[in-house]
């Protein structure tokens, strides 16, 4: 293994932030794309759970996104986003349980049963306000400049705010509208973002970030 790995789905948001901190911190991988609804043999192998984003390294697996975003920029944190209060990481542990769980019962309510989508959307959005009123008066949650819980969380709320894109522009949350806009036009977040072909037995590495290549 000349570099690390960096098992990957493109719109995958646990996914999107594992490469934002892969990219802030200037580590080159090799990135291997893949389909969820058709896993490589050599991916299952790497982590049998069979979800995104994994890192290989040649000391072991890395397996949950925050953890790999940690493993990055632990290494190199140019940008400083391990800077943040500590409060950060309780912020990021409600966006992955209370948030990403309505989330997910609001934009796949046919998959459960019994759900109010109205209701899910409402829990939701109450995190959303919380976030809201930390963003009074500056551009990210905590200072004027992205830390770790900034880019945690985002790829997240970018999902809620695509299902239903017209209500989620009206709601009272300007400043998270703002954050988000900002977020989603940043030279860092289409960077992330390039189309990769599926990843195939045999063919030549794909190097990421390209800009560190």
Same mark, same amino acid.
């Given at each position: 293994?000349? !570099? *690390?790995?960096?098992?990957? +789905?493109? !719109? ?7 490469? #934002?901190?892969? /990219? ?7 990135? !291997?794309?893949?389909?969820?609804? $058709?896993?490589?043999?050599? @991916? ?8 995104? *984003?994994?890192?290989? =390294? ?11 975003? #940690? %493993? /990055?920029?632990?290494?190199? $944190?140019?940008?400083? %986003? ?9 912020? &990021?542990?409600?966006?992955?349980? /209370? ?10 309510? /046919? !998959?459960?049963? $019994?759900?109010?989508? $109205? ?7 109450? +995190? ?16 004027? =400049? ?30 998270? &509208? ?6 989603? =036009? ?11 072909? *599926? %990843? ?7 190097? @990421? ?5």
């Amino acid at each position: 293994m000349t !570099r *690390p790995i960096l098992w990957t +789905f493109r !719109r995958c948001p646990y996914a999107m932030r594992a490469r #934002l901190a892969i /990219a802030s911190a200037d580590i080159v991988v090799e990135l !291997r794309e893949i389909l969820l609804r $058709d896993k490589p043999t050599a @991916f299952l192998q790497a982590s049998p759970k069979g979800t995104v *984003p994994v890192v290989e =390294t040649p000391s072991g697996v890395i397996e949950e996104s925050l953890e790999v975003m #940690l %493993w /990055a920029l632990n290494q190199n $944190d140019p940008e400083g %986003w391990l800077e943040m209060p500590g409060y950060g990481f309780d912020l &990021i542990a409600e966006a992955d349980g /209370a948030f990403k769980d309505a989330l997910d019962r609001y934009k796949y309510a /046919a !998959r459960h049963a $019994d759900v109010e989508v $109205d209701v899910e959307r409402h829990k939701a959005g109450l +995190f959303l306000h919380k976030l809201n009123r930390m963003l009074e008066g500056r551009t990210y949650l905590f200072t004027n =400049t992205p830390q770790l819980a900034d880019m945690a969380i985002l790829p997240f709320v970018r999902q809620f705010a695509h299902v239903d894109s017209g209500w989620f522009e009206d709601q009272p949350w300007p400043n998270v &509208i703002s954050w988000l806009h900002a977020f989603e =036009t940043s030279d860092g977040f289409a960077s992330i973002m390039t189309k990769y072909p *599926p %990843w195939a037995e045999g063919q030549d590495p794909t190097p @990421f970030p390209l800009k560190a290549a």
